[in-house]
């Protein structure tokens, strides 16, 4: 069956650097555009980006245009998120998803001084 | 495009029929999913299309609307089911959702 393994999150001081990366099993990983969806504490669901399954289109939320980037390892089945000059509202939980709707547990990432 | 859920919480008793809304702030045609997120669990993809019900999801859920508004319903609520709802619209880049309905006994 499917599965979304995310990785990489903790704690991280505003300004800096974190890269998340979602390992997929259980299908055709090259098959499938991904998505990366966050949730802050106690609030509800934000899209954060796409990727296509070639790796060859990409889109962002506002929030993290500019930021972020997604991309992805076809040989490796492997999703990445390289979040750069981190807020302090970008403190959230971080899920994968393919475009099936299939769903990762999440990763957190907290940005605190 | 902007995502407007109603209601925020919703009050209904096991066994009972509830209708959740969803409306855009523009016509995304069909182009709108529903989630399903139990607490502390990740989302679960419910409705897609409007009205297509994923793999394994129940038949006491049903999705229509298009256009602009858009309906969840569940009928016969189970213990399971109270939980918060989130739409998402999949006609525009960026992608948006919904603010979330929660649904409380």
């Known amino acids: 069956q499917v599965q979304l393994v995310e990785s990489g999150g903790g704690v991280v001081q505003p300004g800096r650097s974190l890269r998340l990366s979602c390992a997929a099993s259980?299908?055709?990983?090259?098959?499938?555009?991904m998505h990366w969806v966050r949730q802050a504490p106690g609030k509800g669901l934000e899209w954060v980006a796409v990727?296509?399954?070639?790796?060859?289109?990409?889109y962002y939320a506002d929030s993290v245009e500019g930021r972020f980037i997604i991309s992805r390892d076809n040989s490796n089945n492997t999703l990445y998120l390289q979040m750069n000059s981190l807020r302090v509202e970008d403190t959230a939980m971080y899920y994968c998803e393919t475009e099936g709707g299939d769903w990762g547990q999440g990763t957190l990432v907290t940005v605190s001084s | 495009i902007v995502m407007t859920q109603s209601p925020a919480t919703l009050s209904v008793s096991p066994g009972e029929r509830a209708t959740l809304s969803c409306r855009a702030s523009q016509s995304i045609l069909r182009n709108l999913t529903w989630y399903q997120q139990r607490p502390g669990r990740s989302p679960r993809l419910l409705i897609y299309?409007?009205?297509t019900r994923a793999t394994g999801i129940p038949a006491r859920f049903s999705g229509s609307g298009s256009g602009t508004e858009f309906t969840l319903a569940i009928s016969s609520l189970q213990s399971e089911d109270f939980a918060a709802y989130y739409c998402q619209q999949y006609n525009n880049w960026p992608l948006s959702f919904g603010q979330g309905t929660r649904l409380e006994i």
């Open positions: 990727v296509w399954n070639d790796g060859s289109l990409k």
């Open positions: 259980g299908f055709s990983f090259s098959d499938y555009g």
């Open positions: 299309d409007a009205s």
